[in-house]
């Protein structure tokens, strides 16, 4: 069964960094793409940074500059270097994966809150 992890949320202050996690384990038999999204109160779901499995990256335009996503040594491992973080970065960040398994499918994780304070 397929399960997507994502760890490293907390409270920071603006200007400050956070790194996030992300781990996808099961029965993949390859990753297509990963990614971040982010989910503020109120707001609709958006994209914050993905990565293919050519490590070719996407980000939103809002945090060009200053975030980073990344591969780990393992390739169902993402992260998301965040730094320099605004007030309005705030939000339940959540990772997910486009795998092929027995088919091609896209799993979420649980979500992990970010908070920057002003």
Not at 87 to 116: I, K, L, S
Request: proline residues 2%; neutral net charge; glycine residues 12%.
């Amino acid at each position: 069964q397929m399960q997507v992890v994502e760890t490293g949320g907390g409270l920071v202050q603006a200007g400050g960094s956070l790194r996030l996690s992300c781990v996808a384990s099961g029965s993949i038999i390859s990753i297509n793409v990963m990614g971040w999204y982010r989910q503020a109160p109120g707001n609709k779901r958006e994209l914050v940074a993905t990565i293919d499995d050519g490590g070719t990256t996407n980000y939103a335009d809002s945090v060009k500059g200053r975030f980073t996503i990344s591969k780990g040594n393992a390739k169902n491992t993402v992260y998301l270097q965040m730094n320099n973080l605004k007030p309005e970065d705030t939000a339940v960040y959540y990772c997910n994966a486009d795998v092929t398994a027995h088919w091609r499918e896209t799993y979420w994780g649980q979500g992990t809150q970010v908070t920057v304070s002003s």
